[in-house]
């Protein structure tokens, strides 16, 4: 986004990973950023925890276990920050977004 924004590009557009601040608020604002794919750490420890907790009590895990990730666009990013962080969006991207 920066190196676009110093290049005067606005009229480019980015698919990225991760939901972060600075994404979030371009997305909120729809500029630059399209989509993302985010990852779910909350959800994501939790399978870890109930795996481990299987293996303790003789339970067999399977070899390999994945989430999706969850795809965010300028239509759902406030929803999105709350399954994300389980919390609301802070107040500068809820400010930032654009109807």
Known sequence: MAAARAAGRQDLKIATED???NVAIALAKDELVVGLGAQVPFDQG??????????????????????SALPVDHSNVLEAWKQVYHE?????????YKQ
């Open 46 to 67: 939790v399978t870890e925890a109930r795996l481990a907790a299987g293996a303790l009590i003789g339970k067999e895990a399977p070899a390999y276990v994945a989430l």
């Open 19 to 21: 939901l972060g601040k």
């Open 88 to 96: 609301d969006a802070p107040k500068d991207i809820q400010d930032s």
